[in-house]
């Protein structure tokens, strides 16, 4: 008898090209993404040693870390940036590979236009030069980041050695209440097993939940598997999976989806597999989620209050936790609820898709922001910059006051202008907060785009239950 598989190993095992017992694996990436930020060197790499890339065509690039999000149809005004992406277009000349520069209709974000193109597909093996490749895992495919040397590496040869991670499953079941969308379950798991919970493991989500789920939010769950450690995360696929896919730029057409659809079908977990780890959350007792400290650990229910000192046992975790308190200029104890906010960045690879902004737009339409506040509202790629104008959703962002954007990564990691001013309190609908990351001495608070829309209204942080 065969042994039972989970649906990481199947994906996995059909993609080792060697293996040796003490060595890593090599496998072969069916596509790398990337960006112009983790390349340069790469590329320099190949051209010392007279490399070409050995299959261009399964390798896409995009401008989105250090891009600006106004005025897009000039020259980059920051010198570094400027170099990065100019850089990058060259090595993409150079080097034979598709390039979707700043002006192009398929720029965006490489995580959301990697899914919107049809890319991404079930039972691929993804890479790029960022952590939050794990955002593709939500289509049943095996997806990570990679360092430079790595980046290298799969240009030179389509593969990469890689250490087998252990599998964990998070089953979520349940019907979510009122106001908890995706953001507040992936909040609330790492805010429950901490930033290393997931290390060294590949975790599949699974359950009821995680069923009824759109794509868009799915991409949310496992875009933040790498917060809690884990390599990456992903979800089997099923007729939601299926029906997204179908009729993408990048999607097989006619007759080859109906051969590949009978592959998908395939792709899960087999009945009774086991993994290294198992957890079950019920999405009853989920509430909107908010941040209170440094790294997306540090999540508490919208209603709680923020831990005690006297709540930790553990030395290097209440260092860390009396480090994160000076930093934000919270108080152990102190609620959250009513924290007056500054400015709220509704974008990133985790939450500018277009469901993402018509949630925000369904809130906010017919309303104003609190006068104090700055708001911007950056699309994760052009598309979805179209798709917005198209349903007029933009317009709504305009009249509540609220800036309206070009496609990139923006204020999630503060590469280009896009800054928090420091000491400034900010609720962004990324994905990391820490010390900096948002701009020298910014304060960020992750949250859902229904609560940092709700920020944006009342001027500060708001139970979203209480206004819809």
């Given at each position: 008898m065969s042994k039972l598989r989970t649906l990481f190993e199947k994906i996995w095992d059909s993609h080792v090209v060697e293996s040796k017992e003490g060595y890593p694996d090599l496998l072969y990436i069916d596509a790398h993404l990337i960006h112009e930020v983790t390349s340069p060197q790469a590329f320099d790499r190949l051209r010392k040693r007279k490399l070409p890339v050995f299959r261009p065509q399964n390798n896409w690039a995009t401008m989105d870390h250090n891009v600006p999000t106004l005025n897009q149809h000039l020259l980059v005004k920051e010198e570094l940036s400027r170099k990065q992406v100019e850089t990058l277009k060259r090595n993409c000349e150079e080097f034979g590979i598709r390039l979707y520069g700043l002006g192009h209709p398929n720029q965006g974000i490489v995580h959301v236009i990697g899914p919107q193109l049809g890319i991404t597909k079930p039972g691929m093996t993804i890479v790029c030069g960022d952590s939050h490749t794990a955002t593709h895992g939500a289509f049943g495919t095996l997806a990570f980041g990679i360092g430079t040397s790595e980046v290298e590496q799969v240009l030179a040869t389509q593969c990469i050695l890689q250490y087998k991670p252990k599998t964990m499953n998070i089953k979520i079941s349940?019907?979510?209440?009122?106001?908890?969308?995706?953001?507040?379950?992936?909040?609330?798991?790492?805010?429950?097993?901490?930033?290393?919970?997931?290390?060294?493991?590949?975790?599949?989500?699974?359950?009821?939940?995680?069923?009824?789920?759109?794509?868009?939010?799915?991409?949310?769950?496992c875009n933040m598997s790498i917060e809690m450690g884990?390599?990456?995360?992903?979800?089997?696929?099923?007729?939601?999976?299926?029906?997204?896919?179908?009729?993408?730029?990048?999607?097989?057409?006619?007759?080859?989806?109906?051969?590949?659809?009978?592959?998908?079908?395939?792709?899960?977990?087999?009945?009774?597999?086991?993994?290294?780890?198992?957890?079950?959350?019920?999405?009853?007792?989920?509430?909107?989620?908010?941040?209170?400290?440094?790294?997306?650990?540090?999540?508490?229910?919208?209603?709680?209050?923020?831990?005690?000192?006297?709540?930790?046992?553990?030395?290097?975790?209440?260092?860390?936790?009396?480090?994160?308190?000076?930093?934000?200029?919270?108080?152990?104890?102190?609620?959250?609820?009513?924290?007056?906010?500054?400015?709220?960045?509704?974008?990133?690879?985790?939450?500018?898709?277009?469901e993402d902004l018509r949630m925000v737009a369904s809130f906010v339409k017919d309303k104003k922001k609190a006068d104090h506040v700055i708001v911007w509202v950056v699309p994760g790629s052009k598309q979805v910059y179209q798709k917005a104008v198209e349903e007029r959703l933009d317009q709504i962002f305009i009249k509540a006051g609220f800036e309206f954007r070009q496609a990139g990564c923006s204020a999630c990691l503060a590469m280009n202008e896009d800054k928090i001013p420091a000491g400034k309190y900010c609720v962004a609908t990324s994905n990391?907060?820490?010390?900096?990351?948002?701009?020298?001495?910014?304060?960020?608070?992750?949250?859902?785009?229904?609560?940092?829309?709700?920020?944006?209204?009342?001027?500060?942080?708001?139970?979203?239950?209480?206004?819809?």
């Open positions: 349940g019907k979510l209440n009122k106001g908890v969308v995706a953001k507040d379950i992936i909040l609330y798991i790492i805010s429950k097993i901490s930033t290393s919970g997931g290390t060294g493991y590949f975790v599949e989500y699974s359950g009821s939940t995680i069923d009824s789920l759109s794509m868009e939010a799915r991409m949310t769950i884990a390599r990456g995360g992903l979800i089997a696929p099923d007729k939601t999976t299926f029906e997204y896919i179908k009729d993408r730029e990048f999607a097989p057409k006619g007759k080859d989806f109906e051969k590949a659809l009978k592959f998908w079908k395939t792709l899960t977990t087999d009945k009774g597999a086991r993994f290294d780890k198992s957890l079950e959350v019920n999405a009853e007792d989920l509430e909107p989620m908010i941040t209170y400290g440094t790294n997306p650990g540090m999540g508490i229910k919208i209603t709680d209050s923020i831990p005690k000192e006297s709540d930790f046992v553990n030395e290097s975790h209440l260092l860390n936790f009396k480090k994160a308190m000076e930093y934000m200029g919270f108080t152990p104890g102190q609620k959250m609820l009513g924290q007056k906010i500054d400015y709220v960045f509704i974008g990133s690879c985790t939450n500018s898709r277009i990391r907060n820490f010390e900096g990351r948002q701009g020298p001495g910014a304060r960020t608070i992750l949250a859902s785009p229904l609560t940092a829309a709700a920020a944006a209204i009342y001027g500060k942080i708001t139970d979203i239950r209480g206004v819809i």
